[in-house]
């Protein structure tokens, strides 16, 4: 059989449903067996491509597709996504075409040394046309790069070597029977591991920081009485069940003087666990069998009227109007208002494994081809993605996508951190920009709705992207009252 068509047999064995390609003259060869065996969706942006296929994983919970590209900078581009699927823990798998061995290290064009291009970041296999023993290594704790050498012939090859690599979390396994004072922060778990979970927090009645990216059945099975707004001054140790949690509620943690006397104990499905402070990784069985040292909840949440025409209000609607869908929610300001609102019953996904602003309309574009889906990002986020758009046609299933238009990065205005500048650096760091996102939707051949006034998102419809026009001074006075307590 064709080496090429081992391949895909493999992939389709594995689960991959979904090919995105980004086709050249170097992967014609995969191309060939892709549109034989796969739904392919075709994209000309790599780095687009890439997020594209995240979505899809990130919402399917399996490596359900694979990004497919040429040689040179084309895997380069796929380096932002490949991270974020790292560090968020969410299944990857790239395909990359390469020239022979001999080619390498001779400036041939198109040619750089993708050999373990990605590091420490992929399980990386390399499989060569002109060689007769070829092992594929397939991980589902961190991404996958097949590196796919050959040159002008598709040869033929009994077989194909498969080994499946399940190295679990790497930590000190010390004896560990009882944590001091604990606080929980529980962020997305895969759907076996949640009655487990609940379980544990239930019996031992430990304080609970609710990560609002998480699947709506975790969130709603977390009784109420254990949720923390605020953490306590008197904890002793952290335990961080799930994956990477949101930025805002870990950061801080951080922030208080005295956190590095705090124990930190990690118990995840994920190949990332959180640096070198971790005193102890803990597996799910033996999460069962601790003992708390409790610590009582004096955490109450302060209840306060959300101010109309802010970003809260806004969001706070889309979240109620349309609570049948999943949620895909972009950094930076979308996300830092979720903890304020009212999240427990919509599953809510977001690009937080290293917490940039890249990628988030084609991830949401990939979220929405597997499931219904609205999206809310900020401004600049949307510009800074608007390969997404293209995307967007691809998408069959029912689709939102909410752009919250503040003229740019008033994140940082809203938190005082470009308070100390002077005027002229201050206007740098907010990054306004001056741009028309009626014209730039609608020249992708997509709807576009402007709303002003949170009772306007009742006539809004699936299949359009809506620009949200909010009040900023009066969300940045809410932000700092917010902010102060």
Not at 12 to 29: H, P
Not at 180 to 198: G, Q
Not at 282 to 295: A, P, R, Y
Not at 313 to 329: D, K, S
Request: overall charge positive; charged content about 25%.
């Amino acid at each position: 059989m064709k080496l090429s068509h081992l391949i895909l047999d493999l992939c389709v064995k594995i689960g991959v449903k979904v090919a995105v390609l980004c086709s050249g003259s170097r992967n014609k060869f995969l191309v060939n067996s892709l549109v034989q065996k796969l739904k392919v969706v075709t994209v000309p942006d790599e780095r687009s491509a890439g997020f594209f296929s995240l979505g899809i994983n990130k919402t399917a919970s399996s490596l359900a597709s694979l990004v497919c590209v040429t040689s040179g900078t084309a895997v380069a581009e796929l380096f932002p996504s490949l991270l974020e699927a790292y560090y968020s823990g969410t299944p990857f798998l790239v395909l990359s075409a390469d020239l022979p061995k001999r080619f390498s290290g001779t400036g041939f064009p198109q040619s750089i040394n993708q050999r373990n291009f990605f590091g420490e970041y992929a399980e990386y296999s390399e499989i060569d046309f002109e060689s007769k023993e070829n092992l594929v290594k397939l991980s589902m704790l961190k991404p996958n790069h097949w590196n796919i050498r050959y040159w002008e012939d598709d040869i033929e090859i009994k077989e194909l070597k498969f080994e499946l690599i399940n190295q679990g979390p790497q930590g000190e396994k010390s004896s560990i029977s009882k944590i001091k004072k604990p606080i929980a922060i529980v962020s997305m778990l895969d759907k076996d591991l949640i009655n487990i979970t609940v379980n544990f927090l239930t019996k031992t009645k430990i304080p609970v920081l609710v990560d609002p990216f998480n699947d709506k059945e975790l969130k709603s099975k977390i009784p109420s009485e254990l949720r923390l707004f605020t953490v306590p001054d008197d904890f002793k140790s952290v335990l961080r069940i799930g994956r990477v949690p949101s930025l805002r509620i870990w950061r801080d943690l951080f922030r208080k003087k005295d956190f590095l006397k705090k124990q930190i104990f990690v118990c995840s499905q994920d190949n990332f666990q959180g640096g070198d402070r971790v005193e102890r990784f803990l597996s799910f069985s033996e999460l069962q069998n601790l003992e708390i040292d409790q610590l009582p909840i004096i955490s109450k949440f302060t209840k306060y009227a959300i101010p109309q025409k802010t970003e809260h209000a806004f969001m706070q609607r889309i979240l109620n109007n349309f609570a049948e869908f999943t949620f895909f929610v972009g950094n930076s300001s979308p996300a830092y208002t979720l903890p304020f609102l009212n999240h427990y019953s919509v599953t809510i996904f977001g690009n937080r494994g290293v917490n940039g602003i890249d990628g988030l309309v084609s991830t949401f574009a990939g979220c929405a081809y597997n499931l219904p889906c609205i999206g809310i990002v900020g401004d600049l986020s949307f510009l800074y993605d608007l390969q997404g758009l293209l995307l967007l046609k691809f998408v069959k299933k029912p689709w939102i996508l909410f752009i919250i238009n503040n003229g740019g990065g008033l994140i940082f205005d809203y938190f005082n951190i470009s308070k100390k500048m002077n005027l002229k650096a201050r206007q740098v760091l907010v990054s306004p920009y001056s741009a028309d996102l009626s014209k730039i939707v609608k020249g992708f051949g997509l709807s576009f709705a402007q709303v002003d006034s949170e009772r306007k998102l009742d006539k809004i419809r699936p299949f359009t992207v809506v620009e949200i026009i909010p009040d900023v001074k009066i969300t940045q006075r809410f932000w700092r009252e917010l902010d102060c307590r």
